[in-house]
């Protein structure tokens, strides 16, 4: 890709990167030197006030989620869809279940909201040791603010992909835990085709066990807002954990998603890469990449990466990967970030092979995002999410 | 018959020292069913020729003239070209990520024919392409060069060539990288495509190796940017024994 801007602070090294922008005079500030020492809470309250000018926030359109963030949240269960898949079940919980709050708590205020409000949980549970695909979709959480709460459990040795499609009309704040015990693995696809005016806040909290094997892939085509933010803890030995994403920004929507992979025990593997595309004016995207690599997780092998191909005039996609390593013990670990125009060399290729300008870009917007729908393994969705690739392009030619 | 006419072609690239002529007056004629060698040192603007006749964006050309049995090539987009019948076939061919090469095969045929090739014969046709340049049918799941080793991408661009079945072909540097085995098989390849479709070739080499298969008619030698002789065989041996001394004194003298 030919560099248009990149945004790379290097950041090497067992040194703090500044991220911790909350309000020091609020309530439970606590100076943040590294990434795992931010505050938590479930309380929204005890969050200070966001203004839209904190590290954490400030690249966010902080009014048009305003409701989300402060206001009040219908937290009650919703209508979905889901197939049948033996070894597998959902059901909805009581917010005082054990299993509530195991797999993370809460790091600002927007999801601390969410965790005040939802009434219940709804579990989704994997015990079937072949693999089986679950599928649910919720199309119909309405325009009012609402909260959601969603716990995935992926019992040990168990083997699944997890795929939770949104789609229609949503303002929604959430939170979405996932657990994958010792030995098991997990595919978790969170696909966001919303309606246009549509808004999301969600943190994703997954804690990675022993020897398991985590794949979480955020897809966001839809929506005026959308942040989602995965935290992923690779707390047992062995584990491994695989962040991958792909947004397809048009004009005036924001996808924003702060990507957060803690190496916790020693010889975990944990690899990142997030591609999006924007066209059309005001399409704004942001990927933050925090890997933090603690004093315990010796033998980490880790890389994480960004890329954005930028289709148009009056985009901007932030890019901001940080790399915090506190064990001088490891395999390797390494980011890479870049955001650029169509890649000339590849264009000319197709073209002087008789490919027509447009088609050649189509082939190559197509090709530079497949890399990720191939990782989902699910050919339903997969081709779904070609057709849809297709359409937002053509959507952006009119 | 077609003609390739290139005429005083002068050709410049920006670089950060500013803008660079890179050719300076190349005069050259291809008939079709003709094979034109073209040798000369390192840096001498070979593969610029090449780009400059395909239409890379990079390639200013400031004058000159390139013409396809009249028709002014220089005024066509890349795609015009390839559609009039030039094919190049790269020095470096570019990998593109996420593009099957099955898929970009018959994206390339059907905009060269103006409609979808039947799809049957069609992968008939690739398939027994690729058996002959003794391909491994796997790479048609593959995306287009992507992790091919050298050899592979170069198998890969005369497979397009036996496929896409232009008039004239420029090759720059197939024969680079490949080994002794793979220089016969993809010769043989290029010999196929000349006598299918009395293909013209620019055969743009170092080594006078490639020649013994694909025997050229014409040999030139290309230094600082424009032809500074022309003759037959005799002259690629006459090259390789003695090198291009003779040019580059002439050219610095100049
Ligand atoms: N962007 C650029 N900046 C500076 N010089 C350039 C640039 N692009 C091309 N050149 C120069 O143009 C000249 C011709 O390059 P070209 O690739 O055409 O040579 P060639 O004859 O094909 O060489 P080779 O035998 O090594 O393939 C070289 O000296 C090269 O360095
Ligand atoms: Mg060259």
Redesign the pocket.
């Known amino acids: 890709m030919s560099p248009v801007a990149t945004q790379t602070p290097e950041q090497h090294g067992a040194q703090a990167h500044s991220d911790g922008g909350w309000d020091s005079n609020a309530p439970g500030y606590v100076p943040v030197q590294t990434r795992d020492a931010r505050f938590t809470s479930v309380n929204h309250d005890d969050f200070p006030e966001v203004r839209g000018i904190e590290n954490d926030w400030k690249l966010t359109p902080v009014a048009r989620v305003r409701p989300l963030i402060d206001g009040q949240l219908d937290g009650s269960p919703y209508a979905y869809l889901v197939n049948e898949a033996t070894g597998a079940s959902v059901d909805w919980i009581d917010r005082t279940d054990a299993r509530v709050g195991l797999a993370g708590i809460p790091e600002d205020r927007g999801s601390a909201n969410a965790w005040t409000s939802f009434e219940r949980a709804l579990a989704i549970t994997v015990t079937s040791e072949d693999h089986v695909d679950l599928v649910l979709s919720r199309s119909q959480l309405g325009d009012e603010p609402r909260a959601a709460h969603t716990i995935i459990t992926a019992k040990a040795n168990s083997n699944s992909t997890v795929i939770i499609r949104s789609s229609g009309d949503a303002q929604l704040a959430e939170n979405v835990e996932i657990v994958v015990e010792s030995g098991a693995t997990l595919t978790v696809v969170s696909v966001q085709e919303w309606s246009d005016p549509s808004t999301q806040l969600a943190s994703h909290f997954v804690q990675v066990g022993k020897d398991a094997h985590l794949r979480h892939i955020v897809v966001t085509l839809g929506g005026s807002v959308v942040r989602l933010n995965p935290s992923v803890h690779l707390s047992g030995e062995g584990a491994q954990g695989e962040l991958f994403g792909l947004y397809f920004a048009d004009a005036g929507q924001h996808f924003e998603q702060r990507v957060y992979l803690h190496h916790e025990a020693a010889n975990t593997i944990g690899r990142v890469n997030y591609k999006g595309a924007l066209q059309g004016v005001g399409a704004h995207t942001v990927w933050v990449g925090d890997v933090l690599i603690g004093p315990k997780a010796s033998g980490t092998d880790s890389y994480e990466q960004n890329r954005n191909l930028v289709l148009s005039e009056g985009t901007r996609a932030d890019s901001i990967p940080n790399l915090e390593i506190e064990t001088g013990d490891i395999l390797g670990a390494g980011h890479a970030s870049a955001t650029g125009r169509f890649d000339d060399e590849q264009l000319f290729y197709l073209q002087a092979r008789g490919i027509t300008e447009a088609e050649a870009r189509r082939l190559v917007v197509i090709g530079f995002l497949a890399e990720i729908v191939q990782k989902i393994g699910n050919p339903e969705l997969e081709s779904h999410l070609h057709a849809a690739i297709e359409a937002e392009l053509s959507g952006g030619a009119q | 018959m077609s003609v390739l006419e290139i005429k005083d072609l002068h050709v410049t ?5 500013g803008t ?1 002529e ?1 050719l300076k007056g190349v005069d050259l004629t291809i008939a079709q069913g003709e094979i034109h060698a073209i040798m ?12 400059s006749i395909a239409g890379h964006p ?1 390639y200013h050309v400031e004058s000159g003239s390139v013409l396809l049995d009249g028709a002014e090539v220089l005024e066509m987009s890349v795609d015009e070209r390839a559609r009039a019948g030039i094919f190049l076939a790269m ?1 470096y061919p570019v990998e593109i990520p996420g593009v099957r090469m099955a898929d970009f095969l018959r994206t390339a045929k059907t905009a060269l024919d103006g409609e979808a090739p039947a799809l049957r014969p069609w992968i008939k046709e690739v398939n027994e392409a690729m058996k002959s340049l003794r391909m491994d049918k796997t790479f048609s799941e593959r995306n287009v060069n992507e992790g091919f080793s050298g050899g592979e991408k170069k198998r890969h661009e005369i497979l397009q060539l036996e496929l896409l079945k232009p008039r004239f072909a420029i090759l ?2 197939t024969d680079s990288g490949l080994d002794v085995d793979a220089l016969k098989i993809v010769s043989e390849g290029v010999i196929r495509a000349k006598e299918t479709n009395d293909l013209g070739i620019l055969l ?1 080499t ?1 080594y006078t190796r490639i020649l013994r298969y694909i025997k050229p008619d014409f040999v030139h030698v ?1 230094v600082d ?1 424009r032809v500074a002789e022309e003759g037959g065989p005799e002259l690629a041996e006459r090259l390789e024994n003695e090198g291009y001394d003779r040019f580059l004194a002439d050219a610095s003298v100049a």
């Open positions: 690239v920006e670089t950060d020292q660079k890179i000369g040192p390192n840096g001498s603007g070979k593969s610029t020729l090449a780009y990079k020095q720059d540097e743009i170092h290309f940017g």
